[in-house]
């Protein structure tokens, strides 16, 4: 390795290090509360050697956002399109159980997404869009259901993908309260249930795409 | 009024005050963030002046609690009872609609529970019995509701309570980032509805104890 890129893997492993910090404070006591000091604190650095890294708060909370958004993209994303929506339903039920092992994690969200309602939070449009496109995203794959013809007659794609990602952030909530491992999978399982025709986690039943 | 009556009724006055700014600031910057001097020039007093009424930052947050629990027993509580469930789920709906007259207490909600997941913040423990008791109370509701035979056959209580709770936490996050008026309320009463083998709002159905 030459000095050059000995110099940007040690620069990148020192940003891991501060995201991850950040990522544990943000979660803890809030993105408003925390304060750059302590995250570098932290991280075992000094405060300008942090500034360094990320100009400002507001760039570490978009570098912590920006991290889990592309975990969670590649731990989820590539299996979860059948072409009826059944593959998807279960993977958002793996989602919560995945969810169940990283609290810290469904801690920063929830902290963040109810801070960040106020207009003037930095996370503002980030969370307002995360939501629209997580509901949106959601909505698609009931649609793909319905004309599978997976879903219980009536069902109304639009009320039922707000209502579970509603359903999946109160969940976490009650949680990170009572922590019980099997909680949000089991209760996210059996609202599922209810809107299909087929059993949701038989592995017999494969989603195929109609006609 | 004699000088003590008055002098109680200024300091009352002035806690309520105190209270409101309060809520307020709890609800726009978190718990956390908000100080104690802050607030006190909020009412327009000195810090010294607040410290007067509330003698710490937890005491306010006990009080500002306290303030909205009595206020939603008084509005929902007395009609709710009518031995069946019915009338208790639509005071749920009711609930959610009076909600969206209420952006700031959602949003101090919002905000707190989410904070207080962390077990060293002051409201942890209230949020972890508010949130026992509701999802109790909600049970009963539908344990009452099974037994009037108003629901369809095999609904658990102790799942749909849970996750009915989790719904109405996590509407508010979705209609605080993207306010629709009609939001909370409809997708409520529609999942309420998907429970019920009677109309849910049809006042001719009227709820009556079995037997």
């Known amino acids: 390795?030459?000095?050059?890129?000995?110099?940007?893997?040690?620069?990148?492993?020192?940003?891991?290090?501060?995201?991850e910090s950040a990522t544990e404070l943000f979660a803890r006591v809030g993105y408003r509360h925390a304060t750059i000091l302590q995250i570098a604190q932290h991280?075992?650095?000094s405060?300008?050697?942090?500034?360094?890294?990320?100009?400002?708060?507001?760039?570490?909370?978009?570098?912590v956002l920006a991290r889990r958004d592309a975990e969670d993209m590649a731990r989820f994303r590539?299996?979860?399109?059948?072409?009826?929506?059944?593959?998807a339903m279960r993977a958002w039920v793996e989602l919560s159980r995945y969810n169940a092992s990283?609290?810290?994690?469904?801690?920063?969200?929830a902290v963040l997404s109810a801070e960040a309602c106020?207009?003037?939070?930095?996370?503002?449009?980030?969370?307002?869009?995360?939501?629209?496109?997580?509901?949106?995203?959601?909505?698609?794959?009931l649609t793909k259901a319905v004309a599978a013809g997976l879903?219980?007659?009536?069902?109304?794609?639009?009320v039922e993908a707000r209502a579970l990602?509603?359903?999946?952030d109160g969940l976490q909530i009650q949680w990170l309260l009572d922590p019980d491992p099997s909680l949000m999978g089991d209760v996210l399982a059996a609202k599922l249930q209810q809107l299909l025709v087929v059993p949701l986690l038989d592995p017999a039943v494969v989603g195929r795409a109609p006609g």
Chains 1, 2 share one sequence.
């Open 1 to 19: 390795m030459t000095a050059r890129a000995e110099g940007y893997a040690t620069g990148r492993a020192r940003r891991d290090q501060i995201v």
């Open 43 to 45: 991280v075992g650095i």
């Open 47 to 63: 405060r300008t050697g942090l500034l360094h890294h990320f100009a400002s708060k507001e760039a570490l909370l978009e570098a």
């Open 78 to 87: 590539p299996s979860a399109d059948d072409g009826t929506g059944l593959a």
């Open 102 to 109: 990283v609290p810290h994690l469904v801690s920063l969200y």
């Open 118 to 141: 106020d207009p003037r939070h930095p996370a503002h449009d980030y969370f307002a869009q995360r939501y629209a496109r997580t509901v949106g995203g959601f909505e698609r794959v």
């Open 151 to 158: 879903l219980v007659p009536g069902t109304d794609p639009a």
């Open 165 to 168: 990602v509603a359903l999946m």
